[in-house]
């Protein structure tokens, strides 16, 4: 905005910002309210809950194939017979196998339950996205009006200066005129009068800048401290294209109120959907293969071999023949060709007595799908007023922009001829107070109406539900 010079002194001269490190920026106000508020980390948490239970629920409606290693050891004394000392066979005392399968059990819902809680989830999870979206738009909203309402009071200060300024320079004059015998003393008495409120004004207009600000920090979560780098110039972004009737159209279609509306009708409709499980049977599959092998076993063979070999070997020493070669003594294989197994298990049950809670909850599920189309619809019309006030206040702000800027310039401009006419004696003391509180009034209905037309934007876009929290403000 450009600077008005009257009387040598500059108008909307930003106010000087104490020195602090790190001032954020209206973005960077957004992110970091976004990444530490309450509200936004437990909604975030839900959606990451339903996220969970979609993983978990994908594992339960589709196969999963699992691997498993296991081995195995025992060892007793040498003494203990075990259970099959009656019949007279010795048990091993120490005993060892290992086993490596891959497996798969799947049960298979025939009436679709396992899909449509699936879906069902998937609903949850849309459902707590859209839900997340909204807050976020919301807090970006809230942040960018109290950040440029640190703006709105800093140009306010910078006109309370001008104003105090502009005193100083009556009561100089006045009391020059009261010397030369040309006005009345009460005439500097009022211009003291006014000085003293226009000084008196711009010390409450700096502590409500410092209000706002840490209002803001503490809004933001971070410390009252902290700076923001607010700008001297407010942004005026355009009006979104379109005729109000297609930008209700995008938002009944993109707003995340709306999107999460949908979902939980449909999250209704997939339960009411799975009224008729048990009209349907369940069936349990598993599968699996692999490879057992038995070191205990394999040397107990073995050994078992090679006493019948030095057995054989001996016979035949003794009957004047050569000794077999060791080459010729068999050797147990490491290892098992493998092993693998199928089962299916069908069950079907239907409740005889259930004491009416089949019937119950096919009553509950009417009642929450008409719950949540009424909601649906409640959203969806609540959309509708949303963007066609936005835009009515939008197009307002920005008219009202239009005249604020005349107005500011035509008080000013009074303002400074009042001034000369009151030098030159041409007119009272109080009409050039009068016009200075014109013009003082026409420049606060200007930062006002700048504050109120960025307000307007951000809230249209919010209603649209087209720009996500970052992009909102990115271009202020």
Do not use: C
Request: net charge neutral; hydrophobic share 45%.
């Amino acid at each position: 905005m450009p600077a008005l010079v009257v009387a040598g002194t500059v108008l909307f001269a930003p106010m000087a910002a104490s020195p602090q490190a790190q001032a954020l920026s209206l973005s960077d106000a957004v992110r970091y309210a976004l990444a530490h508020n309450p509200t936004v980390a437990q909604q975030a948490s839900a959606l990451a809950q339903a996220q969970n239970a979609l993983a978990l629920q994908k594992g339960l409606t589709f196969p999963t194939i699992n691997g498993s290693l296991q081995s195995y050891l025992t060892k007793s004394s040498a003494s203990y017979g075990g259970i099959y000392q009656v019949i007279g066979a010795q048990q091993q005392n120490v005993f060892s196998q290992n086993t490596a399968s891959i497996g798969s059990q799947y049960t298979l819902n025939a009436g679709g339950l396992g899909f449509l809680k699936l879906a069902q989830s998937q609903a949850q999870v849309d459902q707590s996205a859209a839900t997340l979206k909204r807050t976020r738009a919301q807090i970006a909203s809230s942040v960018t009006a109290a950040f440029y309402g640190i703006a709105q009071k800093n140009a306010l200060v910078a006109i309370d200066q001008n104003d105090l300024s502009y005193q100083n320079i009556l009561l100089q004059n006045a009391k020059a005129k009261e010397r030369a015998g040309i006005a009345a003393g009460v005439d500097v008495l009022r211009a003291q009068v006014a000085q003293e409120k226009s000084a008196s004004t711009v010390v409450a207009d700096k502590a409500a800048v410092l209000d706002a600000q840490e209002a803001l920090a503490q809004s933001v979560g971070v410390p009252i401290q902290t700076a923001f780098d607010v700008p001297t110039t407010i942004a005026q972004p355009a009006l979104p294209q379109g005729t109000v009737d297609t930008l209700v159209s995008i938002a009944q279609n993109t707003r995340p109120d709306i999107r999460a509306a949908q979902y939980a009708l449909r999250d209704a409709r997939l339960v009411r959907k799975g009224f008729d499980r048990e009209l349907f049977p369940q069936i349990q599959l598993n599968g699996s293969f692999g490879n057992q092998f038995s070191p205990t076993n394999a040397v107990s063979q073995q050994a078992a071999i090679d006493s019948q070999f030095a057995a054989e070997n001996a016979a035949l020493i003794a009957g004047g023949h050569p000794p077999l070669p060791l080459s010729a003594k068999p050797i147990v294989s490491r290892g098992s060709p493998g092993y693998w197994s199928i089962g299916a298990t069908t069950t079907f049950t239907l409740p005889f007595v259930d004491y009416g809670a089949r019937h119950t909850e096919r009553v509950e599920d009417d009642a929450s799908i008409a719950a949540a189309q009424a909601s649906l619809d409640t959203a969806q019309g609540q959309a509708e007023l949303d963007v066609r006030q936005a835009y009515r206040a939008a197009q307002t702000a920005q008219s009202q922009l239009a005249y604020a800027q005349d107005e500011s310039r035509l008080g000013v401009e009074a303002a400074r001829i009042a001034q000369l006419q009151y030098q030159n004696g041409i007119i009272a003391l109080s009409d050039v107070a009068q016009a200075e509180q014109t013009s003082v009034a026409a420049q606060s209905d200007l930062i006002n109406a700048r504050v109120n037309y960025v307000n307007a934007i951000v809230n249209l876009r919010v209603a649209l539900g087209t720009y996500d929290a970052d992009n909102a403000v990115a271009d202020f």
